[in-house]
């Protein structure tokens, strides 16, 4: 049997074969929680609820990239947050800074807060580019209906599109064309 990958044991390959791969549901967003607790809990550290919360919303937008971690993208995030955390800290005076690692939001993201200026940043993202004022506009909408949604507890994607098709030359308004998830 000839396999693509060197150095295989053959007698795996020839056991799972690369034409029958497993498929491995991913976890659910409370068992990710679950996981990102017990993780704090062994290494000792903790989280504020605002910090789990971006943990929660960058998971579930990792979710919908090719080859999603599961577990082991939270294990990725504690990680990433430790290195912006001792920063973080390095900026408190020592007598001030607590003793017990608590991280916050901008530990796992440090552009957490970017919702707040999102219509700013959308103006901002097409500022260089001809007649595109519907395509802000239509977007400046779904920004409004992501928040409400997010405040609602309901997931943003279920009600605007995510994928989005731009035809026609720039400087032609009304060209973009969307495709539903």
Do not use: W
Not at 23 to 32: A, G, H, K, P
Not at 52 to 63: A, D
Not at 104 to 128: H, I
Not at 148 to 169: C, L, W, Y
């Amino acid at each position: 049997m000839s396999t693509p990958f060197k150095n295989v044991n053959e007698g795996l390959a020839r056991r799972f074969r690369i034409e029958d791969p497993f498929n491995f549901e991913d976890f659910s967003t409370s068992e990710l929680m679950n996981i990102l607790n017990k993780k704090l809990k062994e290494q000792d550290l903790g989280a504020t609820d605002a910090a789990k919360k971006i943990v929660i919303e960058q998971l579930n937008r990792s979710r919908n990239r090719p080859n999603f971690g599961n577990a082991g993208e939270v294990e990725n995030m504690i990680g990433a947050a430790k290195v912006r955390s001792v920063a973080r800290r390095a900026a408190i005076p020592l007598a001030q800074r607590p003793t017990h690692i608590i991280f916050e939001p901008q530990d796992f993201c440090p552009d957490f807060d970017r919702s707040a200026n999102a219509s700013t940043n959308l103006g901002k993202l097409f500022e260089d580019i001809v007649g595109c004022q519907d395509i802000i506009s239509r977007l400046g909408e779904y920004q409004k209906i992501a928040v409400v949604s997010k405040a609602r507890g309901i997931d943003p994607r279920e009600q605007i599109p995510t994928n989005f098709v731009f035809i026609g030359p720039p400087g032609i308004p009304n060209v973009c064309c969307y495709v539903s998830d």
